[in-house]
């Protein structure tokens, strides 16, 4: 029944760098609440950019991976965003991006995205203490948002430069950015070119090719490096630049440039990392996952190991546990982390995200076959679970076993809504559901191994 290769994934030895993070900054735009593919297009609008500010081949390369990841950090801030503005990070994110910079606007942005759905008492409060500390609380949050980045890009082994670029993102020409006040040329050139190039894509995608032009060259002198614009307005001038850019396959073209090839060597263990540093991603978006999907990970080659897979598919199904709630970056952390019963628009919100991990899993040609866990890891025996109502033999070995790992890690750890269950107390809930909503199977290969562990722990003490 089983073909060990068949679940291994693209080999890494033919695995194009670009074409593994191209396909996984889609995870990235959903974080920021912007429309699939901003990252790819403002890589191309930075390169555009790159070519005419006279940077070399090498400098080419570390831009674009600089543009393609400049979200890495930003799922941290996600809850904190929540948490002070009472509101929905996504569209919260999404429309200050194209806020501007005059004080009444930004004024009227706080006052109209804070609290709209909260108790009135609470709305003031919220307001009052950003209209107080609005100024640290917005270093508060580029700081973590840019210094995660950062720190994951050299995780990924990239090169100095291109963390610096994410690390230096908000800083602006005139000094006036954050977080540290950097000004000219102190900025890294990789972060003045991601800056206009973010800012690019998102009026232009907001409001068409002029209001982008309209915005940077407002912007010149003060957000942005004016040389930078003069090379953004010659490249905006040439034939063919707008409708690239609207190019339904313009993400395809991204990824399938050869920009820093050789930049990071693509092994299985750097899959591994890849694989790591995503769900690293995912789980920072709210205090109330933290660690959640390497635990399911553990969890989850546990099982397997009981039931006998091999050291490749273990590996795989690590990985697969690792990437499965890849889409929770598309739900807002007022959903996520809400203290009570969901209402029906706040569930089917929820439940989107196994659509999302599937849709983005299924674009990355090293993850491809792992698409199918993070689509149907919410899937019943019984078919009463979702997206697909999938039930009995629909349902594979591998979801199977990440099902099991996901539910029984959600509920030893503490939630929004209730405090963590001790191990028996999960296990004797799970049990009740043995054969409706989990496999017999996986369910007791977790149970022994557990016992093992438990077994080994007491005989060390």
Known sequence: MWIEEAHCGEAAASVRLSKLLGALSFALDLTEGQPIGHCARAAWIGLSIGRRMGLTEAELGELYY????????????????????????????????????SLPKVLGFVLSHTGRRSPLGDRLRAILHIARHGGEISVDLIQTRCDRGAEIAASLGFPASVSAGIQALDEHWNGTGKPVGLAGEAIPVLARIARLAQIVDVFHTAAGPQAALDEARARAGTWFDPDAVACFEAAASAPGFWQDLAAPGLSARVFALEQGRGLVPVTESYLD?????????????????????????????????????????????????LLHDLGKLGVSNAVLDKNGRLDEDELREVRTHAELSERILAHVPAFRDMARVGGAHHERLDGRGYPRALKDDEIDLDTRIVSVADVFDALTADRPYRRAMTVPQALDLMERDSGTAFDPRCLAALTRALGRIEGDLSRAA
């Open 273 to 321: 990392d890849v694989a790591r540093a995503f769900a690293q991603i995912v789980d920072a978006k709210s205090p109330f996952t933290s660690g959640h999907s390497e635990r399911v990970s553990i969890y989850a080659d546990l099982v397997a190991g009981e039931l006998g897979y091999g050291e490749a598919r273990r590996r795989w199904l690590r990985r697969a546990a």
């Open 66 to 101: 600089t543009v393609l990841l400049k979200d890495l950090g930003c799922s941290s801030n996600a809850a904190r965003i929540c948490e002070l503005y009472l509101a929905d990070d996504l569209a919260f994110k999404r429309d200050f991006k194209t806020l501007g910079t």
